[in-house]
């Protein structure tokens, strides 16, 4: 290796670092232009928008209903209600932290309709998860390679795990899916269920601890 091969790979590692910090400073700018065409009512930025969105959105609201119809319906309201909101938003929050509030408050919603009538419905425990999505027991997925067993294992420890999650105060439910599944910050989360940080962690913690108590032996 010749001495000026060194030297122009710490230039071109000098020049990705620049463009990555530039393409991090842009977002912002990006998404405050994306926002404003939104807020024209531009209707290719707003399928964008759903492309981009609604697998999220769905697989969030199927994790809070267990049901795959009810997750598709609320998906769809969460998006209408955003379309109508949009010139309202601020940007106190980032734009995806903004839709998951609302798909949020929309299963609370339908939350308080059904036990308004006294129809606390939700899907067996046992229905599939829905095409596409993530499963909750994400960290628990077999390992590569087909084994009936551990298979078998697998699935009857994903299903604890959702048993256990769905049978959670829906306040801590929030939480954890939030926090554990989509991965939110703690500041992320106080704004998409309008809390304080400090009611973030307490009920993290309270939700950690009953499915601490629900999954022992478990998995």
């Known amino acids: ?7 122009a790979l710490r230039g071109q590692i000098e020049l990705e670092q620049v463009a990555s910090a530039t393409l991090v400073e842009a977002r912002p700018q990006i998404e405050a ?23 999220e959105i769905y697989g969030l609201l199927y994790r809070l209903t267990e049901s795959s119809e009810e997750a598709r319906d609320l998906t769809q309201e969460t998006f209408l209600r955003a379309f109508q909101s949009i010139g309202h938003f601020r940007g106190e929050s980032d734009l995806r932290t903004w839709i998951y509030r609302i798909a949020i408050n929309q299963a609370r919603n339908r939350w308080r309709w059904w036990r308004r009538r006294r129809r606390d419905a939700t899907v067996s425990i046992d229905a599939p998860q829905p095409n596409g999505q993530a499963s909750l027991a994400g960290t628990l997925k077999a390992e590569n390679g087909r084994n009936p067993e551990k298979d078998a294992l697998a699935h009857e420890r994903e299903r604890a795990l959702r048993r256990a999650l769905s049978s959670l105060k829906r306040v801590y439910r929030e939480a954890v899916l939030l926090r554990d599944i ?24 309270r939700g ?12």
Do not use: C, W
């Open 182 to 205: 989509e991965g939110f910050a703690y500041e992320e989360i106080a704004v998409a269920l309008d809390i304080s940080v400090g009611t973030v962690k307490s009920r993290l913690a």
């Open 33 to 55: 232009q994306f926002i404003e065409r939104l807020k024209r009512g531009d209707a290719a930025a707003f399928e964008i928008l759903v492309n981009e969105r609604s697998g």
């Open 1 to 7: 290796m010749s001495y000026g091969e060194p030297i």
């Open 208 to 219: 950690r601890q009953e499915l601490r108590r629900k999954l022992e032996g478990s998995l």
